[in-house]
């Protein structure tokens, strides 16, 4: 399984951006598929997450701002960030978990090589 994860970049503070993410290898539809980031200098962190049954979760930092998507025909997982704060700078990966949806970011198990978003003030 290879994820690849793209549409990151530059963007000033109130902008928005969607990021990308596609699977070879395997399809999202019967997994959880997510979301995660890792700010300069700290660990990975969830960001959100959409389960097999369309469930989504999501940080408490980005709700309302972040949309996660799936578009399971394109076999593509979306993350639609609005209102980007520089907060949200970050490295941002694309997961799959084969069990289900969890926070912890040591269990899932295929990654994304990530993409970089970077919010200026």
């Known amino acids: 399984v290879q994820l690849q994860a793209f549409g990151g970049g530059l963007v000033q503070a109130g902008g928005s951006l969607r990021l990308s993410c596609t699977a070879s290898g395997s399809t999202f539809r019967s997994y959880a598929v997510g979301w995660f980031r890792q700010p300069p200098g700290k660990e990975r962190e969830f960001v959100s997450a959409?389960?097999?049954?369309?469930?989504?979760f999501y940080a408490d930092s980005v709700k309302g701002r972040f949309t996660i998507s799936r578009d399971n025909a394109k076999n593509t997982l979306y993350l639609q960030m609005n209102s980007l704060k520089p907060e949200d700078t970050a490295l941002y990966y694309c997961?799959?978990?084969?069990?289900?949806?969890?926070?912890?970011?040591?269990?899932?198990?295929?990654w994304g090589q990530g993409t970089q978003v970077t919010v200026s003030s």
């Open positions: 959409i389960r097999w049954n369309g469930y989504t």
């Open positions: 997961a799959r978990r084969s069990a289900d949806f969890t926070r912890r970011t040591a269990v899932w198990d295929y």
